[in-house]
């Protein structure tokens, strides 16, 4: 009996995702068919006859496969940088000096606004960037608005961000997260802003189909619980899945707000206590860590693993990539930092940026290795999976699979070792 698969690896080791653990299975074959998997197995239980019908059978030298890697927070579309800052900060002006002179978000808001009156020069300008995630090995990405502030950019800032979606190299999900800050024109008015983001831009962004999800910043610099659960109400009353960036500077209770709301995820979250744990727990909700910004903004309070791990809260990982306080444009990088900033082991760094990330977007057809789901997978040769951790960045898979169709990875990069 032959089996017409589109694809074949023959002995490989997979780090399948299934159970608790990575699922690690040695002298194991994959196949696709149609954009998924069609099979996952030990090479012993391979069908009879399993090579004859296939299109591409590739035999493989213990090489590792993973589920292709999903950054599930980022801000990557945005126009400037925040470079002079950068150099400012390192020469001790602070956070709030900057933001007085003009700087802070604000800059990133007026670079973008002007950069959105061209179409087509946002997602250029993030091209390069997500090129370089790509290469990394991410196939799915989080990307969200909110250096607009005002609905025409917004609303453009998503457009661009749907245009980067290739469904045979990066699926990408769109966030609207318009509740980002207070823009300059409503000054002391957050309640006004408000308003406008519930009233003009939100039923805009649904009408438009531009987003799969609803974000805001609960924070003393961002806005208070009453603000955000305005947001939430609007958004749920639109049918629009729910995340929140929260305790990230203190502890005002939005993760526990947001699993009132039944949020997908709460993100940063090195105020959380553990009420707010507990409620995340009972929710479902996934906890994303974003060791870039701890690290850029050179944060002491680490958030709380112990109390995650003890409640079964699911932990992902992201880069948070951002122009202001995590200008991290890898992936791999931020691994290595959760690992290191934040005491993860390698396997839960890895599962959080696979399945757990999935999750965290609400996703449940990919970030495993199982048959039926997404054919989205990177090869690597690598020793041991925790390498994948081990090296901060440089580091590509040699070849990526999105929706079952493959590409080679090796060209112009480093990928790997193997003593």
């Not at 960037?129 to 969200?144: C, F, S, W, Y």
């Not at 890898?330 to 599962?351: D, G, I, K």
């Amino acid at each position: 009996m032959s089996h017409e698969w589109d694809s074949l690896l023959l002995n490989v080791r997979l780090a399948t995702m299934q159970g608790e653990g990575l699922g690690l299975l040695d002298n194991a074959a994959i196949a696709t068919q149609g954009g998924a998997i069609a099979w996952v197995g030990a090479m012993a239980t391979l069908p009879p006859g399993a090579t004859a019908g296939t299109k591409h059978v590739r035999r493989c030298s213990g090489e590792l496969v993973t589920p292709g890697l999903i950054d599930c927070h980022t801000h990557l579309v945005f126009g400037g940088n925040r470079a002079r800052e950068f150099d400012l900060r390192a020469a001790g002006a602070t956070y709030e000096e900057i933001a007085r002179a003009g700087g802070g978000i604000r800059s990133t808001v007026a670079a973008t606004r002007r950069a959105a009156r061209l179409p087509g020069a946002l997602a250029l300008e993030a091209g390069g960037r997500l090129a370089a995630l790509m290469h990394e090995g991410v196939t799915t990405i989080e990307i969200k608005s909110g250096y607009g502030l005002d609905t025409q950019t917004e609303l453009q800032i998503l457009r661009e961000v749907r245009s980067l979606h290739d469904p045979s190299r990066i699926n990408i999900v769109a966030t609207f997260l318009g509740a980002h800050a207070v823009p300059a024109e409503y000054e002391g008015r957050a309640d006004d802003y408000l308003s406008y983001v519930c009233d003009d831009m939100l039923p805009e962004v649904k009408r438009q189909a531009l987003a799969d999800a609803v974000d805001i910043f609960c924070e003393n610099v961002g806005f208070d619980l009453a603000q955000t659960q305005r947001v939430f109400e609007a958004a749920r009353a639109l049918g629009m899945p729910l995340k929140i960036h929260a305790e990230q500077l203190s502890n005002m209770g939005g993760a526990k707000l947001a699993a009132g709301f039944g949020a997908l995820s709460a993100d940063h979250l090195e105020y959380l206590d553990e009420a707010g744990v507990a409620a995340m727990a009972h929710a479902g909700m996934v906890a994303v860590l974003l060791p870039g910004a701890f690290y850029c903004l050179r944060e002491k309070q680490l958030p709380p693993v112990a109390l995650l791990r003890r409640h079964g809260v699911p932990l992902a990982v992201a880069s948070d990539l951002n122009p202001g306080t995590s200008p991290i444009v890898s992936l791999q990088a931020s691994m290595n930092m959760a690992c290191t900033l934040f005491r993860l082991t390698p396997a839960e760094v890895l599962r959080g940026v696979t399945v757990n990330a999935a999750r965290a977007l609400g996703l449940s057809d990919r970030g495993v290795l199982a048959a039926g789901k997404r054919a989205d997978f990177c090869m690597w040769n690598v020793g041991e999976p925790a390498e994948v951790c081990y090296w901060m960045g440089g580091i590509r898979p040699l070849s990526i699979t999105v929706g079952g169709v493959a590409r080679d990875n090796t060209a112009g990069g480093w990928a790997g070792l193997s003593s």
